[in-house]
């Protein structure tokens, strides 16, 4: 693995388990990507340094989120993207027509109106007979009322679901007693059934206390809410929303069958003639014609929302497919209304505009709490439901500073009757989280971090020490509620660290950091026990992955954060106790290697490792297993980190084993087809004999058998090997060198089937194959140069240096010269920061390589090369 400071697309790859644990793309190069990347078997590493490359490290953003084939039944979430269309189109389509209808009817009645009052009444009022005249009259006045009442009900109905949302947030607030019940189902496997069911009475009793907390904050309000408003005093039934909402409808009704039954009468009948006027007769065909389709439109209409209402069920079909749960059907009458209403009030194509998206953050930015509910509900169901298109979901709700906000501020609401509200705005949040520009934009809230923070503690406010971490703690009590929002926190966290400037925001968070590490505190009955809650193994590897990120950081950023992790008295003993005792959970223990490796990076964390006892041999015995491949090329890449540079980390291993070289000579052999032991095992190998003291010089003499093996390595040509590999043999060649002369190095090339001459042209063949810095191998003619210079100060030094100018050496130096970058002068990079600067640097081991092949010196005492 390498570190970088890479940014990944606002793209989001969720995968199964609620809520994407697998984190998409990010400030780390996958393993997998950098081996494809390189074309070969080896490992990615340390010594690489990072470039931005197409693709890399990118998601691409797919229009609308997850795709779904057409034949989908289940219909995509607002905004499209699927082969689906919303389920709430069908609402405002049917708003859409439900607005022609009643705008022609309305039509109508106005030209109605104009007519009688202007033509009829005005001009041949003297001449109506009593029963036209009283027909016409009704007729107006009953428009009138069907006016005037459809003017305010929809005012009422709106009104109605405002006031049955109380009764649909108590609704949820009883659902959210499956949060207790989760509590609830693990004291179960732990208790008889009388104590479950005492502890399903509590979990009902505390859902009660919670509907009453939400009545009395309702009362503690400073404004009315409209549902609690009574509009004359004794009259509470007689003025409920939804009773003054049927009687206009009624009135429009009565009005309608009325004006059709005058007109059809008077039509029918046809007696005009009264007053003898010729005009009298056409005036009141036109005015009883006009009432009788003004009429009949408007029962049409009501026909028409009768049959898709009460027949065809539209309401409860939107509710099924959105899986709004209690709160859907009050939510969706609510929707359809504010949509109808407004077709009727502006143009017929506003309400069609509308999505539920929208109307849900217009509730949440509401100041009640029942309103509240329901908006976090819907934004909820569509940010988590795999079967909804959340891509487009999630880019509304993104793009809304204030329902971002909004959200965020929830996340630090602690009343006991705002858990479940709360709870839904982390998993909303958590989503956000996914798409690095949502995150962007959540972190740059004030108080953002903060307010995720507040999800990681107990109800009672106070930090858990680290030697008793609340996920570990039984699941009940105050602590067990918490644990969701505990996994939610973390969940959130790691997302955002995978931007430089999120982690740099987390460690300047007070407390923060240590609050992360408490939680990957692990105790040996809960790693090795089979039947260990699965929540609490997740909140181990959550905050595993959340220090992982913080301790990948490039730069300052990631250098302060690194040495916070290690000054903190727990991480690293954390981290030992999850190699000791995590075989059943392996994933743990890839993690912990990880940050290990990480850590070892700088020299605070190198101490703090070797410090902890028996940690290093663990990492030891990790990488001569030969359970887990993957395993123990993670402990390869700590170890090989924590040699680079350090004379105490090379003593540090070789005093944990007798047989350390030996062990690494024989990884050094394995000629599996996977190369990434091997490559750890090389640029173990190397660094001991390079940094260690010369107290360890006799031990190490034994990384001589190597010599032919890594000879051949050498000899392999570039397409039969990969280069990281070729990097490494050739700057252990080099290392292995300083225990030899010249004349046993000559027996060893014998020894491996090469000739010098064969050898010298390889150098030379490899300096030609990179006449620039390779990104991949930056220390790769470094190596090479270092070991022409110990080739012409051996004591062979004279033949050595005839044939290096037979090959051409000195013209390839001067090219090298010329081409020589600040990349080749470090060991390790994070990002493009290098890190462990060479000794010497690169243009002047250079120009000590031109010296002696243009002054012609040798046969001169084998001297070691500078590392």
């Known amino acids: 693995m390498m570190y970088t400071n890479g940014r990944e697309s606002n793209g989001d790859r969720s995968h199964k388990g609620g809520g994407g644990d697998v984190p998409p793309p990010n400030i780390q190069i996958d393993m997998s990507m950098v081996r494809r990347r390189g074309g070969g078997g080896g490992s990615p590493s340390f ?20 795709s779904g084939s057409s034949g989908d039944p289940t219909p995509h979430h607002p905004s499209g993207g699927g082969g689906r269309e919303a389920p709430e189109k069908l609402l405002t389509l049917f708003a859409l027509r439900l607005a022609v209808l009643e705008k022609a009817a309305s039509g109508l009645g106005t030209l109605n109106f104009v007519w009688a009052t202007v033509v009829l009444l005005g001009g041949f009022v003297s001449n109506l007979t009593l029963t036209d005249f009283w027909c016409i009259t009704v007729i107006l006045v009953g428009e009138g009322a069907r006016v005037f009442g459809r003017s305010h009900e929809l005012e009422w109905q709106h009104h109605a679901t405002e006031t049955s949302s109380t009764a649909a947030a108590a609704g ?22 009388g104590g479950a069911a005492a502890g399903e009475a509590r979990a009902n009793t505390k859902s009660s206390q919670l509907q009453r907390q939400l009545a009395a904050v309702a009362k503690q309000q400073r404004g009315w809410h409209a549902p609690d408003v009574s509009l ?36 029918w009948k046809h007696d005009f003639f009264a007053g003898g006027s010729k005009n009298m007769r056409p005036a009141l065909l036109l005015f009883y014609t006009l009432a009788l389709l003004e009429a009949l439109l408007f029962l049409l209409e009501k026909a028409y929302w009768a049959w898709q209402f009460g027949h065809c069920k539209l309401l409860h079909q939107v ?58 509900r819907i934004l909820q169901q569509f940010a988590t439901n795999a079967a909804a298109s959340t891509g487009d979901t999630l880019r509304k709700i993104g793009t809304s500073p204030q329902s971002v906000e909004r959200l965020v501020e929830m996340l630090s609401w602690k009343r006991r009757y705002e858990e479940d509200l709360r709870r839904s705005a982390a998993e909303v949040v958590c989503k956000l989280a996914g798409k690095r520009q949502n995150a962007l934009r959540l972190s740059g809230i004030p108080g953002a971090i903060e307010s995720v923070a507040s999800l990681l503690y107990t109800g009672r406010g106070v930090a858990v020490s680290g030697m008793q971490p609340q996920p570990n703690a039984a699941a009940g009590g105050e602590d067990g509620d918490y644990l969701a929002f505990h996994l939610l926190g973390l969940r959130i966290l790691k997302k955002l660290a995978r931007d430089q400037d999120n982690c740099g925001k987390i460690e300047n968070a007070r407390g923060l950091l240590s609050k992360i590490i408490d939680f990957t505190k692990t105790l040996p009955n809960l790693l090795q026990n089979r039947h260990a809650s699965d929540s609490q193994v997740r909140a181990v590897k959550h905050a595993l992955q959340v220090v992982k990120r913080l301790v990948s950081t490039t730069g300052n950023t990631g250098e302060a954060l690194r040495r916070g992790v290690a000054a903190n008295v727990f991480a690293v003993c954390n981290l030992r106790g999850i190699l000791r005792y995590g075989q059943l959970h392996t994933e743990l223990q890839k993690l912990a290697i990880d940050v290990l490796a990480a850590l070892a990076m700088d020299d605070t964390g190198k101490e703090a490792i070797m410090a902890t006892g028996g940690l290093v041999k663990l990492l030891l015995s990790t990488f001569a297993g030969v359970e887990e491949g993957e395993l123990a ?55 001991l004999c390079a940094y260690s003291s010369q107290k360890h010089r006799e031990r190490l003499r034994v990384a001589t058998k190597a010599l032919p093996l890594v000879l051949r390595i050498t000899m392999k040509e570039n397409k039969e090997l990969d280069n990281k590999v070729l990097e490494v043999c050739v700057g252990l060649t080099t290392q292995i060198c300083r225990f030899i002369d010249g004349e046993r190095f000559a027996d060893e090339l014998r020894a491996a089937g090469v000739e010098e001459r064969a050898y010298v042209q390889r150098l030379a063949r490899i300096l030609r194959d990179y006449k620039y810095p390779e990104i991949r191998v930056p220390r790769m003619r470094r190596f090479v140069v270092q070991q022409v210079i110990w080739l012409m100060t051996c004591s062979r030094g004279h033949v050595y240096v005839e044939l290096l100018r037979e090959v051409g050496m000195e013209g390839l130096l001067d090219s090298v010269a010329d081409t020589t970058s600040e990349l080749e002068c470090y060991h390790a990079f994070s990002g493009s920061v290098g890190i462990g600067k060479h000794r010497e640097s690169f243009s002047g081991v250079v120009d000590i390589a031109l010296e002696l092949i243009t002054g012609g010196r040798g046969g001169a005492p084998a001297q070691g090369v500078k590392p």
């Open 232 to 267: 004359l005093p004794y009259t509470s039934w007689v003025s409920a929303a939804t009773n003054i909402g049927w009687l206009l409808h009624w009135l429009q009704v009565i009005s309608a069958v009325s004006c059709v039954a005058l007109s059809l009468m008077r039509l």
């Open 172 to 193: 949820v607030l009883r659902s959210s007693s499956r949060f207790f019940h989760r509590v609830l189902h693990f004291h179960a496997s732990v208790s008889d059934d």
């Open 319 to 376: 509710t099924d497919d959105c899986h709004l749960g209690a709160c859907g059907p009050m939510a969706i009458r609510r929707f359809f209304y504010d949509a109808y209403s407004k077709c009727i009030d502006g143009s017929i194509f506003d309400g069609i505009k509308m999505d539920l998206v929208t109307f849900a953050e217009d509730l949440i930015l509401s100041d009640f709490l029942d309103e509240q509910f329901i908006g976090v």
């Open 633 to 687: 090329c993670n402990a390869g890449k700590a170890l090989e980190m924590l040699a680079l540079e350090s004379e105490k980390g090379c003593a540090a291993i070789l005093k944990q084993r007798a047989d350390v070289v030996d062990l690494l000579v024989s990884a050094l052999q394995d000629d599996g087809s996977d190369n990434r032991r091997r490559l750890n095992a090389a640029r173990v190998l190397r660094s």
């Open 47 to 66: 010594f690489e340094p990072w470039t931005p490359t197409p693709g890399s490290g990118s998601v691409v953003v797919r229009g609308g989120g997850s």
